[in-house]
């Protein structure tokens, strides 16, 4: 069963547009089109879940294509025609960073993205420049830098890696952090070198990236772009062994490569879920909504991203107007340690809505866990270690925020 993108019902008070911008094409489509899905799931439960007078939830969806230009188009379009409060995206950081300098934060509309991971957006936001607009349900690679050069070092027992990194803020985030620790854990980073997306080809990024006798590549980049470098890697006689990062978490990445040349030789990291209630609830519906399980990257965080965009509509519209201000300043209150505990249900959002119509704060738990944002809109949350086994993502074990914390703080 596919879902309708909106729930409208006769007696509906008003209707409050959320917008999405995320990749239903392009690079990162195969992810795009099922936090998609998850978006649109959260607003369906989140909109069941109201009663008569109730306002009602309204998905306004635009696919950015893994392009800023076409990101920041699909932004401008759901601010000035659709005049949607918030907006849940883009996935990668380099069109997340175009849509929020751009639009959203000049705009005065609150942006949520499940996806984008570079520490340029803390950066930007310490110094004032998203006007507190800015939020994301994953952690930043500020966490997963130290993660990859943590498994690298004490897992792989790798002592020289090549670093070959998308020439955006995703990439150059995860990468640069990822150089820092490493080397700080006394690792030797034999190259580093950028890449431009989709390029015919990259043999000469991939011949700059073999000097120096590295024993592994760590590769930040997107599938498509991925396949390419890793298949000219191959051919070009470079060592076996990989480091992927969370975009690169992805079946079909896999499964185009093959397990004959990754099996055993592969070790990642992705964020993971801090197991909750609602993940359960979440996996179910979705499952009984599309007739397959969640499988992609940033699944539970879409969910929850957009669920926390709605819940902080309806807590606006209980006090006043829904503009991007007052979401924004509603956030703090369906996130709130104190609150009431919410759980992801249609039941669970009965209660929260009429709590927020009283003035009350509540605690979202989410698909991906229980969501605090500090000032610059981070969370913290586990990385997930994975490996390739018999042509298959298998992942093998969680390193805690706290771990990663030890772990960066000691190098």
């Known amino acids: 069963m596919v879902l309708p993108l909106t729930t409208l019902m006769a007696h509906a008070a008003c209707t409050i547009p959320i917008g999405i911008v995320l990749p239903t094409s392009g690079e990162l489509s195969a992810q795009g089109q099922e936090n998609v899905q998850m978006a649109q799931l959260a607003i369906q439960q989140i ?12 998905a306004v969806i635009s696919n950015s294509q893994t392009k800023p230009a076409i990101g920041v188009d699909a932004a401008k379009k759901l601010v000035d025609l659709d005049h949607v409060p918030a907006i849940v995206g883009a996935s990668s950081s380099g069109v997340s960073m175009a849509i929020l300098t751009s639009v959203t934060a000049p705009s005065h509309v609150v942006q949520i993205s499940p996806s984008s991971t570079s520490p340029a957006f803390t950066t930007l936001a310490q110094q004032g420049k998203t006007g507190g607009y800015w939020f994301r349900t994953a952690p930043s690679d500020a966490l997963q830098g ?22 955006n803020p995703y990439g150059s985030g995860l990468a640069g952090r990822f150089e820092h620790e490493f080397k700080a854990m006394g690792g030797t980073v034999t190259a580093s070198i950028a890449f431009n997306p989709r390029q015919p080809s990259y043999r000469s990024e991939v011949h700059q990236a073999m000097q120096g006798h590295p024993q592994a590549l760590f590769l930040v980049g997107y599938p498509n772009t991925g396949e390419v470098i890793v298949r000219e890697w191959i051919s070009a006689g470079g060592p076996h062994t990989y480091l992927f990062p969370d975009a690169l978490h992805a079946p079909q990445f896999v499964s185009a490569i093959g397990g004959r040349y990754l099996d055993g030789h592969t070790w990642g990291t992705v964020p993971g879920n801090t197991r909750t209630r609602s993940l359960g609830y979440v996996a ?19 969910y929850d991203a957009t669920a926390i965009a709605a819940l902080a509509a309806y807590a606006a519209k209980a006090g006043g107007a829904v503009t991007g201000a007052r979401v924004r300043d509603m956030i703090p209150r369906v996130t709130d340690p104190k609150g009431a505990p919410i759980y992801a249900s249609v039941r669970g959002f009965r209660k929260a809505e009429k709590l927020l119509a009283a003035g009350k704060p509540i605690r979202y738990i989410g698909a991906s866990g229980a969501l605090h944002f500090n000032a610059t809109g981070d969370v ?13 993502i298998d992942p093998i074990g969680t390193l805690s925020a706290k771990q990663i914390a030890n772990i960066g703080a000691h190098g």
């Open 146 to 167: 130290v993660a990859m050069a943590s498994v690298a070092h004490q897992q792989a027992k790798l002592k020289r890696v090549a670093v070959m990194y998308l020439n």
């Open 47 to 58: 909109d069941k879940a109201g009663g008569p007078g109730v306002c009602r939830l309204k």
């Open 284 to 302: 179910k519906a979705f499952k009984r909504a599309y007739g397959h399980p969640m499988s992609e990257s940033y699944d539970a965080s879409t």
């Open 380 to 392: 913290k949350g586990p990385m997930v270690v994975w490996r390739v086994k018999q042509g298959h």
